[in-house]
């Protein structure tokens, strides 16, 4: 399967972001548990506590650059902030395998590439490859991130994991197969 | 080729794989034994099966869906529909395991009714859930994944890596496991040196501790980033196990010598004092001498960390005889109907109630800010998981978190102490 590769402008973050109460903010997320994901209202406050003009001055296809433990303590809303703010891929020093999991399950991906954060700065241009895990800064320096499987891959570029599903069942359907299967 | 020295994760992993090893950082599916589930996100699992047009689940008998987080369909919520909804979808799918308000939290249930057992392997959707690892038993937290584990009887995952601590000594007089969970978090979270890993308790300290002090350490070890955690039963854990598991298998899972761990680190559990954790960071650990005279507005105990029966009872042996500071809501929860009842028969909610405390229904309740909810510039004190800002209501309010005994104190004294002295003056 072929992909275009993520290539834009960093908004780069610093250590120990809190993802419920920095990139969202619980209180007001809270209240709406279970019902659909106001998606307007998760753009709207998202990384605005810590970067005021980021829910104007984000544009689809930008990455986010985070330092260590990015987005400890996270919703499922963090992730969905911050893929519907057009953000492409975040590329960070590392963070909870709970965090990587939601947002690729809601068709963020997320990178852990340790030297990500003293190789780049606020605004450069670099380009991240989640299946091939290689980061490419506006030097041509490569970093190495661990790249995601072939099932990770298909469920980025599915644009999650229930789309992916929905396709899967879907074309189960056509075939005239019963449902179950693999994961 | 002889197959390498094993963590107990790895070895669950590679059974619920179909596998004989996998390597650390590996990506395999494997097949839980069960998969627990919460209420809360049900409106969403719901549009999505819908979506993607699931008929029939391949093995209802995994499925564990349990009501914790709204312990009630409370006026103006909307999650009495919610509860209506989950209740007709398992009564559609057969799902038996349905779990209604008050009868307390996954983690509870679990270990409670034989479903947690030694090398089972389940899909939930938190990280606190780890504490089902004192009877042997791997959490993965899918988060609300969860359903995708139920509509395909598998999902993937990465192989984490494993740490291990050692616990040596004896916890003293007034120190609790929160407080001991709270040293390892100040400790080990900065640092990121558990981040992603499945951390393995042991040593003669471990073996000192009751399963529920053992539970609390676990329940909490996911704010330093650790993916799970476990525990090699003992002749304590197996007993309970034992007593509980209506004939279900299961099959004690050990660690090989020569497994390799990420971190080792090593605690003499004598050596900690009553500590509290200041806010905004779960790792924001201090002696408690440093916050005493911080005046509350509210305590609570209750929540996966601090709801069990040895929780209650702590509480109990400060609050017997002593009454509530009249500007304090103390609030109690028992973290599961058989703690409930427990609790009810060892006359520990007789003691609780008249001591001026509010014991709420099993189940989530202050910890996520259900109930409890704090105005601006309120404090709290709490045996519950979470203190960044905005948990509880404002974001202006902040809550201390800390074992049973400092929070109980707290609510008598109407500020933060250290709780041994009332506990030297209490009653045996």
Redesign the interface.
């Known amino acids: 399967m072929t992909h275009a590769i993520p290539r834009g402008r960093v908004w780069k973050f610093g250590d120990d972001v809190c993802g419920d109460d920095g990139i969202i903010e619980f209180a007001i997320v809270a209240a709406g548990f279970g019902k659909e994901f106001d998606e307007d209202a998760l753009r709207a406050m998202c990384f605005r506590s810590l970067r005021p003009e980021f829910p104007d001055q984000v544009r689809q296809g930008d990455i986010v650059v985070g330092g260590r433990n990015f987005a400890h303590h996270n919703h499922v809303e963090v992730s969905v902030a911050i893929r519907a703010s057009g953000i492409a891929v975040v590329v960070v020093e590392s963070c909870d395998a709970g965090f990587l999991r939601r947002a690729l399950n809601n068709g963020l991906p997320v990178m852990v590439c340790p030297g990500i954060a003293a190789a780049v700065a606020d605004g450069a241009v670099i380009s991240a490859d989640p299946a091939t895990g290689i980061v490419t800064l506006p030097s041509g320096q490569v970093l190495h991130a661990r790249p995601f499987s072939e099932r990770m891959v298909q469920i980025w570029q599915a644009g999650g994991t229930i789309p992916l599903l929905e396709r899967e069942f879907a074309a189960r359907r056509a075939a005239g197969q019963s449902q179950g299967g693999t994961a | 080729m002889p197959i390498p020295a094993r963590s107990i994760a790895q070895k669950i992993i590679a059974r619920a794989a179909g596998r004989d090893t996998v390597e650390v950082?590996e990506?395999v599916?494997v097949t839980p034994d069960y998969v627990a589930c919460q209420e809360?996100?049900?409106?969403?699992h719901k549009?999505?099966l819908d979506?993607?047009?699931?008929?029939?689940i391949?093995r209802p008998d995994k499925a564990l869906m349990v009501i914790d987080?709204s312990t009630s369909g409370a006026m103006g919520s909307?999650?009495h529909a919610?509860h209506r909804s989950l209740r007709d979808w398992c009564a559609a799918q057969g799902i038996e395991n349905l779990f209604g308000p008050g009868n307390g939290l996954r983690h509870l249930v679990l270990t409670e009714r034989g479903f947690a057992r030694p090398g089972t392997l389940v899909f939930s959707d938190e990280?606190n859930i780890a504490s089902i690892g004192v009877l042997g038993a791997l959490n993965l937290?899918?988060?609300?994944?969860v359903i995708?584990?139920i509509?395909?009887?598998?999902?993937?995952i990465?192989v984490?890596p494993s740490a291990r601590i050692t616990l040596t000594g004896a916890l003293g007089f007034g120190v609790t496991a929160r407080d001991s969970i709270q040293a390892i978090l100040r400790d080990s979270?900065?640092d990121?040196r558990l981040?992603?890993c499945c951390v393995e308790f042991d040593g003669p300290g471990l073996a000192a501790l009751t399963l529920d002090d053992r539970q609390t350490l676990l329940a909490s070890l996911?704010?330093s980033?650790?993916?799970t955690g476990i525990m090699e039963p003992d002749a304590l854990a197996l007993d309970y196990v034992r007593e509980r598991d209506q004939g279900r298998p299961w099959d004690v899972v050990r660690a090989d010598p020569g497994a390799e761990y990420m971190t080792r680190l090593s605690y003499d559990l004598s050596a900690i004092a009553p500590m509290v954790t200041v806010p905004?960071?779960?790792h924001g650990g201090v002696p408690v001498d440093q916050v005493a005279g911080q005046r509350i507005d509210q305590a609570s105990i209750g929540s996966c960390a601090g709801g069990r029966l040895d929780d209650l009872r702590a509480a109990a042996r400060v609050l017997r005889g002593r009454k509530v500071a009249p500007h304090v809501t103390l609030y109690v929860t028992p973290g599961s109907r058989n703690v409930y009842v427990e609790a009810a028969r060892e006359g520990l909610l007789e003691i609780l109630a008249e001591a001026g405390a509010a014991v709420l229904a099993p189940g989530c309740t202050t910890c996520?800010?259900y109930q409890g909810v704090l105005n601006d510039n309120e404090v709290s004190i709490s045996t519950q998981q979470?203190n960044?800002?905005?948990?509880n209501?404002?974001?202006s309010a902040r809550v201390f978190l800390a074992g049973p005994y400092a929070v109980a104190a707290a609510a008598v004294a109407g500020q933060i102490v250290d709780p041994r002295p009332m506990l030297a003056e209490a009653a045996p």
Do not use: C, K
């Open positions: 950082g990506y599916t809360l996100f049900w409106p969403g549009r999505n979506r993607i047009g699931v008929d029939r391949p987080h909307h999650h919610t990280g937290p899918i988060s609300t994944e995708v584990a509509i395909q009887d598998a999902n993937w990465a984490p979270t900065a990121g981040l992603q996911f704010h980033g650790a993916y905004p960071d779960a996520w800010g979470f960044y800002q905005g948990r209501g404002s974001r």
